[in-house]
């Protein structure tokens, strides 16, 4: 018996019935022998963390653009977070602990620069029906690995999809909007944990709000500080989630519920919209729109571009420029694409 196989038996032995064993998957848009060491969802999770865009999310924004101090969070370090909740929620509901470390890793790897405010430019300039979870999944589908894409499971590939619930309800009524998998539908709450966990703690040393101002009643049901808001939530979804026809249902108490939802509108009002925030996210759009014009009428200066991050394929795959200049931009890091508009916008002095 190979250690693969092994693993799979320990799964099929310890796993709760609701949870997706590594054996059980549905496969891969083009099928691959097994390994001998690493279940399919172990591989995902492998294939995710050594991908270029894996590695670009450390300087992509998370609320904060481009934040001078190491300590803020960014795009790599929220992923890592939601991976985190994700695995230990799992882990108490004997569940796909590597089901859902892949989903979160991979959940966020199509996220524009400059965070939200990039997602909105891209939106307005490219298409209305653009979106970071879209992206992320054509990332692991096309962009990666030279245009061959990960070839990632199933179910992974359906978690990333899924995962995004913008500002709609928390747990969604629709079982269309939920992943396949119990372990995807907890990455879609997990990202929501962390962030207004993670969120909260940033605006706070950036001093755009203070603690006085958060919500009496979040700090009462979550507590005060970053460990016992993440203990909070976790343990009440955990002994929340309940069986019901055959199917485990993830749940929240209404108290809980109420809780989350009130921090997720204080930090909309407070955070994301406020004045010093929403006044940077007016000049990243500014960044990626004109950048966007710009390539899109010079495809040689492009191409040099997309050859330097490794991925001249899309001048090549029959893609309108539209989409591979969106691809391009949507790639970028904000220190990159501000690095480009310096360069392409700005008069050089002379020496």
């Known amino acids: 018996m190979s250690i693969r196989e ?68 960014t795009r790599l370090t929220h992923t890592l977070e939601v991976a985190h909740v994700a695995r230990t929620i799992a882990r108490a509901m ?84 939920d992943p396949c998998t119990v372990e995807g539908r907890i990455v879609r709450i997990a990202d929501i944990m962390a962030y207004l966990n993670h969120d909260l703690e940033d605006a706070v040393r950036s001093r755009v709000i203070h603690e006085s101002q958060v919500p009496e009643f979040c700090v009462n049901v979550l507590g005060r500080t970053h460990s016992e808001r993440a203990t909070a939530m976790m343990r009440d979804l955990i002994f929340s989630s309940r069986v019901e026809n055959g199917r485990l249902v993830l749940s929240t108490s209404d108290e809980m519920h109420d809780a989350m939802a009130q921090l997720r509108q204080f930090l909309y009002d407070n955070v994301y919209r406020s004045p010093k925030v929403h006044k940077e996210f007016i000049k990243a759009k500014k960044i990626l729109s004109e950048l966007y014009t ?38 970028l890091t904000d220190r990159y694409a501000m690095n480009l508009y310096s360069r392409l916008f700005f008069p050089s002095p002379v020496v």
């Not at 609320?63 to 101090?69: C, D, N, Q, R, Y």
């Not at 796909?96 to 989903?103: M, R, S, T």
């Not at 200066?301 to 899309?314: A, G, P, S, V, Y």
């Open 294 to 331: 710009f390539y899109l009428e010079n495809p040689s200066m492009l191409e040099r571009e997309l050859i330097h991050l490794e991925m001249q394929n899309l001048m090549n795959n029959g893609q309108p420029n539209e989409r591979v200049v969106c691809d391009f931009i949507a790639s």
């Open 94 to 177: 004997y569940l796909n602990e590597d089901l859902a470390e892949a989903i979160a890793l991979g959940h966020d790897l199509g996220h524009t620069p400059f965070g939200h405010g990039g997602e909105a430019a891209l939106k307005e300039i490219f298409s209305h029906s653009f979106g970071h979870n879209e992206q992320s999944l054509r990332v692991v589908d096309v962009l990666e690995n030279q245009g061959h894409g990960l070839n990632l499971t199933y179910e992974v590939r359906d978690g990333i999809l899924k995962h995004s619930k913008g500002y709609g309800k928390i747990i969604p009524d629709d079982p269309e909007e």
């Open 6 to 73: 092994d693993f799979e038996e320990r799964e099929r032995r310890f796993m709760s019935p609701y949870g997706c064993l590594s054996s059980a998957s549905k496969g891969r848009v083009r099928p691959e022998p097994l390994r001998s060491i690493r279940t399919v969802f172990q591989m995902d999770r492998d294939r995710i963390v050594f991908s270029n865009a894996f590695r670009r999310m450390k300087y992509k924004t998370q609320v904060f653009l481009s934040p001078m101090g190491d300590q803020y969070r």
